[in-house]
Nanobody
Framework: QVQLVESGGGSVQAGGSLRLSCAAS????????MGWYRQAPGKQRELVAA???????NYADSVKGRFTISRDNAKNTVYLQMNSLKPEDTAVYYC?????????WGQGTQVTVSS
């Protein structure tokens, strides 16, 4: 079983920055993909960014150039640096770890961007 604990959410004005962290613990393969999804009220959950254990990254078009995903494999931790935040980035952000068999989700952390 894998547990994910997120931190770093909060409220910020448009143009500001936040950094999310997600630490994984438990029994897991060293080969996995970690990432972030988000869900705004009334909308479907969408992929924000993902990174493989080898370091390959993937971003949603809406965050390219503003968000950066990274990971520390020794700490089993993934980060999401969010710059130039916009009100439309407001959502609950969820961390995910996918080991190729199933995905594990964090509890979510709220990000609120005011105009």
């Amino acid at each position: 079983q894998v547990q994910l604990v997120e931190s770093g959410g909060g409220s910020v004005q448009a143009g500001g920055s936040l950094r999310l962290s997600c630490a994984a613990s438990g029994s897991m393969s060293s080969i996995n993909t970690m990432g972030w999804y988000r869900q705004a009220p009334g909308k479907q959950r969408e992929l924000v960014a993902a990174i493989t254990s080898a370091g390959s990254t993937n971003y949603a078009d809406s965050v390219k150039g503003r968000f950066t995903i990274s990971r520390d494999n020794a700490k089993n931790t993934v980060y999401l640096q969010m710059n130039s935040l916009k009100p439309e980035d407001t959502a609950v952000y969820y961390c995910i770890l996918n080991n190729g068999v199933r995905g594990y989700w964090g509890q979510g952390t709220q990000v609120t961007v005011s105009s």
